[in-house]
């Protein structure tokens, strides 16, 4: 199977890790996802991934219940870097190579982000998992997610949820609500739909950088979708 896209940012969140619980790891899901991206990462794509924290702790929900919200934030980004040494492993167990890298100095836990550094990593085949956000309060993982798909010259940021695109209304809420099978970033911003914050969206815009939100759950989604088959919804610069 041809691959349409040669390099790609994954966007994973934190609660899918859960599974069908509330919190913590669920290691079926886990070993679901790390196949996945092992199979890609065989047919030569170079693949990073950015994976939020939110089974194990959210920043913002944090500080509404009485946490600083610095302090809350700097938690949150320590849980998207035990989620992302909890896929590292999972990967290699498939016997692919994989590597996390964090924003802040956490060594030996993982290796310093430095874009040039793990731009030579994809190149060798390695799968680069950046951990720890930005490395700032105040930004989400999906803000980390834009920017490293920015700085790392991606061809595609996917966004892996549980539903298969982006609609005009919550499809879980709705259910006559209509799927896009692409829309434009100027459309998804006139008619209101929810995609990712807004910080995250403005810089993919800027950026021109195309995004495809996909359901990650379904077997083979991964690989479809980057091989250029539809699957879910492309966001297309204008």
Do not use: W
Request: charged residues 25%; proline residues 3%; aromatic residues 6%.
């Amino acid at each position: 199977m041809n691959m349409k896209y040669e390099r790609i940012l994954l966007k994973l969140s934190g609660e899918s890790l859960a599974g069908t619980g509330n919190h913590g790891i669920d290691e079926s899901v886990l070993d679901f996802y790390a196949k996945e991206v092992a199979e890609l990462a065989e047919k030569k794509c170079e693949i990073s991934i950015v994976i939020g924290g939110g089974n194990i702790f959210r920043g913002l929900s944090g500080s509404r219940s009485g946490f600083d919200r610095v302090r809350g934030d700097q938690m949150g980004m320590l849980a998207t870097v035990i989620n992302s040494l909890a896929l590292e492993n999972a990967i290699q167990k498939q016997g692919s190579a994989a590597k996390v890298y964090t924003s802040i100095r956490m060594e030996p836990v993982g290796n310093l982000y430095i874009r040039d550094i793990v731009n030579e990593e994809l190149k060798k085949g390695t799968v680069c998992i950046i951990a720890g956000g930005t490395g700032n309060p105040f930004f989400t993982t999906d803000t980390a997610a834009a920017l490293r798909a920015v700085e790392l010259e991606a061809d595609l940021l996917l966004k892996g949820t549980r539903v298969d695109g982006v609609y005009t209304d919550d499809p879980e809420k709705v259910p006559d609500a209509e799927k896009f099978d692409k829309v434009s970033f100027d459309e998804v911003i006139s008619r209101r739909l929810k995609v990712m914050d807004s910080t995250a969206f403005t810089m993919c815009r800027e950026n021109r950088m195309p995004v495809i939100v996909f359901n990650m759950n379904i077997p083979g989604n991964l690989m479809k979708t980057v091989s250029g088959k539809k699957t879910g919804t492309l966001i297309y610069p204008s």
